[in-house]
């Protein structure tokens, strides 16, 4: 597919690299020459100088015969012109960021008559990530599909976790809890496990199960934390607003740091219960005067890297907080890691991903792309599939008959409303909602999973 994107930030190079790695014709329109210039010498895209709210800079990119014009600059009012003015000039289908919460709040009123065909928003959707999170603290990173009714966490095993040292064939025998362990972190390689496969001490596995048999998973490994109920944050941005009004609303208490004296003004008018405090949050001692050693939760949300890790690590020697870190950098990811930090967060990631889902939905017949998630660090994909059509050596038949490619699982099956962890004799129902798992593909269709 022939795609533009407008903007050549965090968000819009990222985006690039992944869309022209999936095989899409890609060109980038920014008046940023040095930023283009860097996206030119490492990816195999086209770039144009220019603004891309002109009509005769989109002619130039030739988004009248474009699939998909994708508007990524830091203005939310120049993303949806660009957007209005692409759609006019014939492209079919266009996404713009928006990110300011007044237009966030009120965009769904106008998206039709604006004619976007998806609107996104890194901070809300990080907000939203980081709530999930908080409510069930167990997990470091928590996805949810067909609409909560299925889900897949990440957690790092302990050394003197239950389960260690013992197979997965045994574990499903004698827990007899409906889950699925669908991949494993090991030493940086990432396997998706048979029922041979040992676990062992730090491995960071993904499961797959209900809301309720997760909940049993973890009781049965004695790893249940204390219920989330006072929530630390450091730094006032857009994340902070998103995530404070939602855990307002579920009745935690809040308490935010600022060093920009404004915002703490502005957030204190927003947010008149919770405890606004102007002052620096690498700052420890003030961490610790304001009760750190208190809170069930910390949240660490700088636009600066370096601060959030050192202020998270920081917690993690003196807190038995659960600890969430913001980073944009990926080259951070691994560090991050090696450090004990599980819980970290890229809001360019979770962009990217929400983005590839719906351009990977775009071309396929047999199935809806409903989700999609990068998953152990970007290593591997969760992909929801609504099956549509009757597909020849898949539907009706045993999985164990069914020939699939290596490295990918059936993670989840939700067949009216009711979640299946899949066996051997598990088949697939026209109607049916299906979880795959995979590394070393770029899916579209339930259909590229058959060998």
């Known amino acids: 597919m022939k795609i533009v994107i407008i903007g050549s930030g965090k968000v819009g190079s990222r985006l690039s690299h992944s869309l022209s790695e999936e095989g899409h014709d890609i060109t980038i329109i920014d008046c940023n020459d040095e930023a283009l210039k860097k996206i030119q010498d490492t990816q195999d895209v086209m770039c144009i100088v220019g603004n891309g709210a002109d009509v005769d800079t989109q002619l130039e990119a030739s988004v009248d015969k474009t699939g998909l014009l994708i508007a990524t600059t830091p203005h939310d009012e120049l993303n949806i012109l660009c957007c209005l003015i692409a759609k006019r000039l014939g492209a079919k289908k266009t ?16 998206k039709d008559d604006l004619h976007l065909s998806m609107v996104i928003n890194p901070e809300y959707t990080t907000a939203n990530e980081i709530l999930r999170v908080l409510v069930f603290p167990p997990a470091a990173k928590l996805e949810i599909f067909a609409k909560g009714r299925f889900e897949l966490v990440e957690y790092k095993l302990l050394e003197n976790s239950n389960i260690v040292g013992k197979s997965l064939a045994n574990i499903y025998k004698h827990n007899k ?5 669908c991949t494993v972190e090991r030493d940086n390689k990432i396997y998706i496990p048979s029922g041979d496969f040992i676990l062992q001490a730090n491995d960071k596995i993904n499961i797959s199960a209900s809301h ?54 502005e957030l204190a008018k927003k947010f008149p219960k919770a405890t606004i405090i102007h002052g620096d949050g690498t700052d420890q001692e003030l961490l ?43 080259s951070y990811h691994e560090i991050t890691s090696q450090l004990g930090l599980d819980c970290v967060l890229s809001p360019k990631d979770l962009t990217v991903s929400s983005i590839l889902s719906y351009v990977r939905s775009l071309d396929n017949t047999n199935s809806n792309i409903e989700a999609l998630y990068h998953i152990v660090g970007n290593k591997a994909e969760a992909i929801e599939f609504r099956i549509r059509n009757d597909i020849p050596h898949l539907i009706g038949i045993p999985l164990r008959n069914v020939t699939l490619k290596k490295n990918i699982l059936i993670g989840g099956i939700i067949r009216k409303r009711e979640p299946i962890i899949p066996d051997g004799n598990t088949s697939i129902q026209i109607g049916d909602t299906v979880i795959v798992i995979c590394k070393d593909y770029h899916f579209s269709d339930i259909t590229d999973i058959l060998d």
């Open 95 to 110: 996404i713009s960021r928006v990110r300011t919460p007044i237009y966030h709040k009120q965009i769904d009123l106008i």
């Open 212 to 265: 309720r048999e997760l909940e049993k998973f973890f009781k049965s490994l004695g790893s249940t934390k204390t219920k989330v109920k006072n929530v630390m944050i450091v730094g006032g941005g857009r994340i902070c607003y998103y995530l404070t009004n939602q855990l307002l609303a579920m009745g935690m208490r809040v308490k935010i740091f600022e060093i920009n004296l404004e915002k703490c003004k």
């Open 177 to 181: 809890i409906k889950c699925l362990i």
């Open 288 to 330: 610790m005067e304001e009760g750190l050693n208190e809170v069930d939760a910390f949240v660490s949300l700088t636009g600066i890297d370096e601060e959030n890790i050192i202020m998270s690590l920081y917690v993690q020697n003196n807190s038995k907080a659960k600890i969430i870190t913001k980073i944009n950098r990926d």
